[in-house]
């Protein structure tokens, strides 16, 4: 029994202290299970769409050769294995390889090189062509990255149906350690840098961001055009989202339903999100992020209204199947049990050391901490500054006038006739999200020294499609920008024409 003096009474603050830290950096195992299914349904959704144009993004023919990524980007050529070749092939063998690990890593089989190839498959993958990337795939990778060191096949996964029945069963229901917490702190840290951007900022303050935001017709979809004319509802919301982000530290503080209901409002403004502007997978990487934040009684309330729609004897056939195809499916590394407790102990330092270079690069991208000036440029480069300080206030869309050899004038981009009437809906002129990323990255000075590279794309995707050549295109970015009051004058930003080979 502890003494009342002042060691016991340390000690029992000490007890209470790290009690309450337990409680708010646990993680329910179902809930893992939960990050862990939706993550490897995002890879598999994000490799399909992005499969519509790997010829574009990803090869030498695209508007990415490996000559131009080494020449811009440097380094990331070097830890790219989709940049070893410049042709299709291997593209489609590593996309399908990383489909493999996303489908293993959603059933849990294998779970931790399922995670593992997964990752390492997606660095690649993103290194190849930053110019594709926003927020949701950068969330995407950490939440992915910090589930290395996580447990996230020990239920309802293939593996878990695999052990015993006393094994599974004597699983605990929450995990705490310095992973969980750098996982929950990770996406706190998306909310909370991006509030501090935010707030400095006049827009969102005011609470014009959002009507600037859907007054970008490029961004707009579904009910997000509906509620482009209703500057009445956008205001509120600007003021309610920003609210949220600034409470956003709560969701480390608070447990239980108060959490949970926290965690609830952030995935309703996501959802919102998706269906009102084209955010990529950035909404639904999100909604996933939160789930960790759900409380072991949701779960179990969860699973009661859930039962009835499972057959009764579904976990023995599972189970049934994992074991039949246990012995023939490849395995991954078993560590001997007298390496492993000192691997957990060097994993834990190092899972550590990772949380608080993280924590000390959010604070040095918003200038909360002192570094050194290049240090500080590249956190800023990379920080969480969705739609902030301020939004964008200038849409537009794209036309490529181009002259072929028999000198007629068309738009080698939208096809057709050349034409500056603003499109009915610009999104046409955009075919995928990751072009929308690639042409706005394009405008932007960053873009320069690539533009070169999509002027030779059109030339030589013109040739492929049609039965004539081009002598040259140029490309222009029309530019509108977003008027509360009146009509929008545009005005065109010439970025550069193109004398095509063999032209």
């Known amino acids: 029994m502890t003494g009342g003096g002042p060691e016991g009474r340390l000690a029992r603050i000490r007890a209470t202290g790290a009690s309450a830290l337990a409680r708010r950096v646990a993680v329910d195992r179902r809930a ?60 489609v063998a590593l996309f399908a390889l990383a489909g493999l690990a996303a489908l293993a890593l959603a059933a849990g089989y294998r779970t931790r090189l399922a995670a593992v190839v997964s990752w390492l498959l997606l660095v690649s993958l993103h290194a190849r062509n930053p110019m594709l990337l926003n927020a949701g795939d950068s969330l995407l990778r950490r939440l992915l990255f910090w589930g290395l060191f996580l447990p996230l096949g020990s239920v309802r996964s293939l593996d878990a149906l695999a052990r015993d029945e006393e094994r599974e069963s004597s699983v605990g229901s929450t995990v705490a350690s310095v ?55 956008l205001t509120p919301l600007a003021h309610l989202w920003l ?127 002192p570094a050194p000036p290049e240090v500080e440029a590249a956190s800023e480069e990379y920080r969480w500054d969705m739609f902030a300080p301020e939004p964008r206030r200038v849409g537009g869309w794209y036309v490529a ?31 995928t999200h990751r072009w929308l990323v690639y042409l706005l990255d394009l405008q932007r000075p960053g873009g320069v020294p690539l533009r070169d590279e999509f002027g030779a794309y059109l030339c030589d995707r013109w040739a492929t499609r049609h039965d004539s050549r081009l002598q040259n295109v140029s490309v222009v970015y029309v530019e509108r920008p977003v008027r ?20």
Not at 413 to 426: E, Q, R
């Open 32 to 91: 893992l299970a939960a990050l862990r299914i939706s993550l490897g349904l995002l890879l598999l959704a994000d490799l399909l769409l992005r499969s519509r144009a790997l010829v574009a993004h990803y090869t030498d023919s695209g508007v990415m050769p490996r000559t131009a990524l080494r020449e811009v980007y440097g380094p990331l050529a070097d830890i790219s294995l989709h940049a070893l070749s410049g042709g299709v092939v291997l593209q």
């Open 401 to 431: 006038p181009a002259t072929t050899v028999a000198g007629d004038r068309v738009d080698a981009w939208n096809g057709g006739a050349v034409s500056w009437v603003p499109p009915a809906d610009a999104t046409t002129t955009f075919p």
């Open 484 to 503: 509360f009051e009146g009509p929008s004058e545009t005005r065109r930003a010439d970025l550069g024409t193109y004398g095509c080979s063999g032209g």
């Open 179 to 233: 992973a969980t917490a750098a996982l929950l702190v990770q996406v706190v840290l998306v909310y909370a840098v991006n509030a501090v951007i935010k707030v400095r900022g006049e827009a969102w303050v005011s609470g014009t961001a959002v009507r600037y935001v859907f007054g970008i017709d490029h961004l707009t979809v579904l009910l997000g055009d509906v509620l482009a004319g209703h500057p009445a509802v």
């Open 243 to 369: 609210a949220l982000l600034v409470a956003s530290p709560l969701l480390l503080l608070l447990t239980g339903w108060p959490r949970a209901l926290l965690a609830g409002a952030f995935a309703a403004g996501h959802l919102g999100m998706a269906l009102t502007l084209r955010l990529g997978p950035f909404p639904f990487v999100s909604m996933a992020a939160l789930l960790p934040f759900l409380p072991p009684r949701l779960w179990d309330v969860a699973e009661r209204r859930l039962a009835g729609l499972v057959a009764p004897d579904a976990r023995t056939r599972a189970r049934r199947v994992a074991r039949r195809l246990a012995p023939w499916l490849p395995r991954g590394p078993t560590l001997p049990n007298e390496v492993r407790a000192p691997c957990r102990r060097v994993v834990t330092v190092v899972v550590a050391v990772l949380l608080v270079t993280v924590l000390v690069w959010n604070a040095v991208s918003v200038d909360l901490a």
